[in-house]
């Protein structure tokens, strides 16, 4: 599979099944143009999710590219977190 048709599956397919369906192997062959990514990712049309009624909010941030925290470490700066 080009490495381009791997990318709009993910971005594109509607079911976390496409979206995770793992190809046998990956060529970059054929690039092609940029692709212009959606505003939001492929989602089932049924997919809503439930209200938060609580009165807190618990965020989580990471990564998992970084080595130890002695050796790398980040932050983040001026977030915002907007009720809906």
């Not at 692709?35 to 492929?42: D, E, H, K, S």
């Amino acid at each position: 599979m080009e490495l381009r048709e791997f990318a709009e599956q993910v971005l594109f397919a509607t079911s976390l099944e496409a979206k995770l369906r793992a190809p046998d192997s990956i060529t970059d062959e054929h690039p092609g143009v940029a692709l212009i990514a959606p505003v939001t990712p492929g989602r089932p049309n049924n997919l809503s999710f439930k209200p938060h009624t609580g009165t807190t909010a618990q965020l989580f941030f990471f990564s998992n590219a970084l080595q130890g925290a002695a050796d790398e470490s980040w932050g983040l700066d001026n977030v915002k977190v907007y009720a809906l």
